[in-house]
C-alpha cells in the first residue's frame, strides 16, 4: 500500500527536478536533462510529456521551454506540498494499540 506512495512521490520528484531544469535552462534537450540528472533518455521524455499535459512546458526546435501557467504552479506548489505533508502526518498511527493475533 505504502510502496505505491513512496514509487509516486520518487516519480513526482523526477517531474519537479525536469521542470526546474526548464525553468533553469530553458531551451533545453533530453539529452543534456538525461547526462545531468543521471535518467535514462526514457524516463526524463515521460517526466516531459507529463509537463507538456499539464501545461507546465511546451516544446520548441532547441527544447523545452516554459509556459504562462508555470509560474503560478511553481508559486502555489509549496503550499500544495505542505497541504499534502499534513494530510500525511494526520494519517500516522503514533501509539500502536495492542493488536491480538
Known sequence: MIDRLEKEVDMLERHLQVLR???ESEPIG???????T??????????LRVLEEENLIEPS???????EDTAEFVEDLDNKIAH????LEGMKIEETPEIEG
Open 38 to 47: 543521471g535518467y535514462p533518455h526514457h524516463k526524463v521524455r515521460y517526466s
Open 84 to 87: 499534502t505533508v499534513d494530510k
Open 30 to 36: 533530453i539529452v543534456k536533462m538525461s547526462n545531468e
Open 61 to 67: 526546435s532547441q527544447g523545452a521551454i516554459t509556459t
Open 21 to 23: 531544469m526548464v525553468i
